[in-house]
């Protein structure tokens, strides 16, 4: 079992920067592979970005493609989020997801664990 926490959430101005953490409980992290999502109000949980367990293979939605970048220290037992020409459509809360095995996931079910989510709003 994991524990996910996110953070570096906050207000940023369309075209600005965040990088978001999700930072993880427990010995096997290196055992999971790691998506982050976003939930917009009113809207479901979509897929933003997704990267295996070795980091050799990432993954993104279209919407976020060349903007935002995932990455992680399995030693640190963190992913990160870099968010970069922030848009004020990428306002959401975000989460961070584990599942357990190699190949990295896009749908929310696929997902064994979550973290409680962090608020980005991005202003225009």
């Known amino acids: 079992q994991v524990q996910l926490v996110e953070s570096g959430g906050g207000l940023v101005q369309a075209g600005g920067s965040l990088r978001l953490s999700c930072a993880a409980s427990g010995r096997t992290f290196g055992s999971y592979a790691i998506g982050w999502f976003r939930q917009a109000p009113g809207k479901e949980r979509e897929f933003q970005a997704a990267i295996s367990r070795s980091s050799r293979t990432t993954y993104y939605a279209d919407s976020v493609k060349g903007r935002f970048t995932i990455s992680r220290d399995n030693a640190k037992n963190t992913v990160y989020l870099q968010m970069n020409s922030l848009k004020p459509e990428d306002t959401a809360v975000y989460y961070c997801?584990?599942?357990?095995?190699?190949?990295?996931?896009?749908?929310?079910?696929?997902?064994?664990?979550w973290g409680q989510g962090t608020q980005v709003t991005v202003s225009s």
């Open positions: 997801a584990a599942r357990s095995g190699i190949v990295v996931a896009t749908t929310t079910r696929e997902y064994d664990y």
